[in-house]
């Protein structure tokens, strides 16, 4: 049993965030007293749409204060773009955790679970289960570039890629170490050195060099078109994929699709060192279209939870809220409407809970 009381700061945000959160939090509770893992949960209200109409503002400008101390940051979702534009809304919050908080790791897990209807035809549990990791604060999205002569026959625009050394080797040390941890031991990096002549092959040099480091790892990598084509044909052959802030963009939403709804998908955004805390996350937004009706799928948010327990140290209560997902959606009894089923986001939940052990 461990000693540590862990401090979460949980942030519901807009829409189906605050449906899906206390399903989460209900689990996570279950799972932490059965393996003896002590949470203590502060709720913040900021980083939603209530919050700005009363303030002005998306967060509290000690913000920082507020949650920066924290162990790790459970979050829902935000955006309600009928109210507040969405650059406003994501670049007032969720977007600031993931710079100021230095969250250089997108992790995201492609698992097609048992139950679930998968896209690919012929592909059953098992077949899919690798990880993406993202590249998240560099690369392709940066700010360095701008327009010139406006409005003329001249006009043009420039937007530069920006690979630092510091960059690349945390996140193919990051990608490799989890290669290491896992049974397949195998790296796929995304690349494209072949039109994206500067860039690219530094990357692909970096991915070399880091290699050396981990003789245990078989790695290979393909160009980002080839790539995209190969989750879709052969899922199976991937263990850990890792990219640059674009191509993990892209692999990381392609991914979760080959095996199924959007609403089972979890996250992380992850600072690994832990000098700040990180944010886990369902992958979905605030689904303005169904919120307020009770009928989300809280498992992406479960999810989530559980990754976030991994983050933690607490590796077995975090695999035990994995198992308990499994063992419900194979059942099939106790699913949203948007597997099938009819049950509601309370109902889900609580199944999952039932199920932890
Ligand atoms: P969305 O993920 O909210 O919804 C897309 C579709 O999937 C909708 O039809 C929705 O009903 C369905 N869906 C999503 N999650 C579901 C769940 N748990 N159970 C059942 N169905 C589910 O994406 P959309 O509509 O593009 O964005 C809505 C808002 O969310 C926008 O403001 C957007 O910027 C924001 N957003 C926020 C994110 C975040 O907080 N990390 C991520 C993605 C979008
Ligand atoms: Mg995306």
Known sequence: MSKKQYRIAVIPGDGIGKEVMPEGLRVLETAAKKHGVSLHFDHFDFSSWDYYEKHGQMMPGDWKEKIGKHDAIYFGAVGWPAKIPDHVSLWGSLIKFRREFDQYVNLRPVRLMPGVPCPLANRKPGDIDFWVVRENTEGEYSSVGGRMFPDTDREFVTQ???????????????????AQSRPKKHLTSATKSNG??????????????MAKKFPGVKW???????????FVLHPDWFDVVVGSN?????????????????????????NPEGDFP??????????????????????????????????????????????????TLAERTLRTKDLGGNADTTACGKAVADMVD
């Open 220 to 230: 290979d990598k393909y160009h980002i078109d080839i790539l995209t084509a190969n």
């Open 278 to 327: 990180s944010v886990f996350e369902p992958v979905h937004g605030s689904a303005p279209d169904i919120a307020g009706q009770g009928i989300a799928n809280p498992i992406g948010a479960i999810w989530s939870g559980a990754m976030m327990l991994d983050h933690l140290g607490e590796k077995v209560a975090g695999k035990s809220i994995v198992e308990a997902i499994e063992r």
């Open 160 to 178: 530069q890629t920006v690979m630092t050394r510091t960059g690349v080797d945390r996140i193919l040390k990051f990608a490799f170490e989890l």
């Open 246 to 270: 674009l191509f993990g963009d892209i692999l990381s939403d392609l991914g979760p699709a080959c095996t199924g709804t959007i609403g089972i998908a979890p996250s992380g955004n992850i």
């Open 196 to 209: 994206i002549s500067i860039t690219m092959p530094y990357w692909d040099e970096r991915v070399e060099a």
